[in-house]
């Protein structure tokens, strides 16, 4: 009896495997969102909305995260702020929706929808939700600093966060550093090395890979200022790195933390990262401007 | 009294041959394989998925018991004329009703207890495999016995949606007493809309009568504290109190109008 329930089960899988060779289940082009209210859904769930918030956290973690290793062009994230929403009202509790939400909507393309302004809505409700949490606050500075680059608003947040329970006492002279400062790079290095203090791995080496952005900036910046020298000395930016690995007395090629060497460009003698390197582009404060052009 | 614990001891038994013991192997698996799984898919909430799933299953998996099993308590006596030779002893008809009902509690309270164990368990083994950055990050610890709170309003949720089965299964066939018993508490989960539904009519008789209802049907919103006892948000005990005392009064409303059809059935 149970080698015929063995050898039928046999005959039921090798059919599949057949069978799934030339059908897959019918996919829209776009995907789809079978409810579009949140407050509907959280009705529907009939007492289950936090298993029901999970179900839908689950969703987005691997809507995101599909997308964000798939292959293809075009990318679309267009149903990863719905989503953090559906989750958000079904469990107005569930920090971690809101915050790596936020991290997951603010992400430029192609690694995110680049959306700072609904990664702040979206932290916002999470405070409506429990306007005694820090954390919420000190992730909307963290946004206008690093994201939107906007210095003043960070400061604010940040002076907020540190006021409520629970906050860490390095709060407050970030908030002083920021409204004096601007977006230095200590303070950054600050709030990556904070964020990176998790055990989740994603999040971990996310912080790892700003952090290391952020020694290239440094790396940059000098190896720049030794171009302007040239400049000013030559008359013109050097062409070649050996010209200026002579004329600095570099111990040679410079690489970056992967690796790879600093990209400089013959023409203007700007140096930055190379495009192969997995540090490019590194976040400069504004978009455009880039390492200082010698 | 005797007579009532032989009978609740006799839909024990049976509930054992009808194999109900196996949800609770079935919870404990799913547990246990949800701890290893989750974690890769949750971003390090794992925790509060695992007590969220945890407390819903066992919520979900009581109420097949209470409606399954409740729904044939009766009616399949009946339909297997078992009835007769029962009532042929000293058994009077409520002390069969109460014992039935009585059988069903117990090994829903066997269930639940057994499926608290095995959560509990899975709890200790994420307690004790955490790293203080991860157990930081949680909202309530995890071995919290403040979970022991919703477990025991799961449980009162159970017995009332039991003596609902009881009470369709004395009259209906147990399909129809399972669609009533379902749509009841379904209703029980929207209860709360028909209290504001003044704020969205006008009529003052519609009104009246959807407050009316409010009141009539069963009220199962409050039994749920899941999510206040996964987020360690405290519940008062005075709301678990009269959430319990409501649902012993009603359970026992219910059961008197059990009784009270099941002493005017003509089996002949």
Request: net charge positive; hydrophobic share 50%.
């Amino acid at each position: 009896m149970l080698a015929a329930i063995a050898a039928l089960l046999t005959v039921s899988i090798g059919v599949q495997v057949v069978r799934d060779r030339g059908w897959q289940p019918y996919q829209p082009q776009t995907a789809l969102l079978w409810f579009q209210s949140g407050p509907l859904l959280k009705r529907v769930s009939l007492g289950f909305q936090n298993l029901m918030a999970d179900t839908y956290w689950i969703r987005a973690v691997v809507y995101y995260g599909g997308i964000r290793r798939s292959v293809e062009k075009n990318r679309d994230f267009g149903l990863l702020d719905p989503l953090l929403t559906f989750v958000t009202t079904l469990d107005p509790h569930f920090k971690v929706a809101y915050r790596f939400g936020a991290i997951f909507l603010t992400e430029a393309y192609p690694n995110g929808p680049g959306r700072p302004d609904r990664a702040i809505a979206l932290l916002q409700r999470g405070l409506e939700a429990s306007p005694a949490t820090w954390e919420y606050s000190h992730d909307i500075g963290f946004v206008y600093y690093w994201w939107l680059h906007d210095y003043k608003a960070a400061a604010r947040w940040f002076e907020r966060s540190a006021q409520l329970p629970g906050a860490p006492v390095w709060l407050k002279p970030l908030a002083a550093t920021t409204l004096a400062t601007g977006g230095d790079r200590q303070s950054s290095r600050q709030l990556w090395r904070q964020l990176g203090d998790t055990d989740i791995d994603w999040l971990r080496r996310s912080a790892q890979h700003r952090l290391l952005q952020l020694d290239a900036m440094d790396v940059v910046d000098e190896l720049n200022r030794l171009v302007q020298r040239f400049t000013s000395r030559e008359g013109r930016p050097p062409r070649e790195w050996r010209e200026l690995i002579a004329s600095e007395r570099l111990r040679g090629l410079p690489l970056d933390a992967t690796g790879q060497p600093y990209a400089l460009d013959p023409l203007t003698g700007r140096i930055d990262v190379s495009p192969q390197s997995t540090l490019w582009p590194l976040p400069w404060p504004r978009e455009g401007t880039g390492p200082a052009t010698p | 009294m005797r007579a009532i614990w032989f009978v609740a001891g006799a839909a024990f038994k049976e509930s054992v041959r009808d194999r109900v013991p196996y949800t609770m192997v079935v919870f404990a698996v799913m547990m246990i394989a949800a701890s290893y799984l989750i974690s890769e898919l949750t971003a390090g909430q794992d925790l509060k998925i695992i007590k969220d799933l945890g407390l819903a299953a066992m919520s979900i998996f009581g109420l097949v018991i209470a409606v399954f099993i409740g729904i044939g308590l009766v009616s399949k006596e009946v339909e297997r004329k078992s009835v007769f030779a029962l009532l042929t002893k000293p058994i009077t008809r409520p002390q069969f009703i109460l014992g039935k009902y009585l059988g069903l509690l117990v090994t829903l309270v066997v269930n639940l207890s057994v499926m608290t164990v095995a959560y509990y368990l899975v709890l200790f083994y994420m307690e004790t495999t955490a790293t203080a950055t991860m157990r930081a990050s949680w909202a309530a610890p995890a071995l919290d016995p403040r979970q022991l709170i919703a477990i025991v309003l799961i449980m009162g949720e159970l017995a009332l949606v039991t003596a609902v089965a009881l009470l369709f299964s004395t009259f209906s066939s147990p399909l129809l007493a399972a669609l009533l018993t379902l749509g009841l508490w379904v209703a029980g989960h929207f209860n709360h809309d028909l209290r504001q539904f003044e704020q969205v009519v006008d009529s003052r008789a519609v009104a009246a009568l959807a407050r009316g209802l409010y009141y009539l049907l069963p009220n199962l919103a409050p039994f749920n504290v899941r999510a206040e006892v996964v987020y360690g948000i405290p519940v008062a005990a005075s709301h678990v109190g009269l959430t319990l005392l409501y649902a012993a009064a009603y359970v026992a409303a219910l059961l008197v109008a059990a009784i009270a059809i099941f002493r005017r059935r003509d089996f002949k």
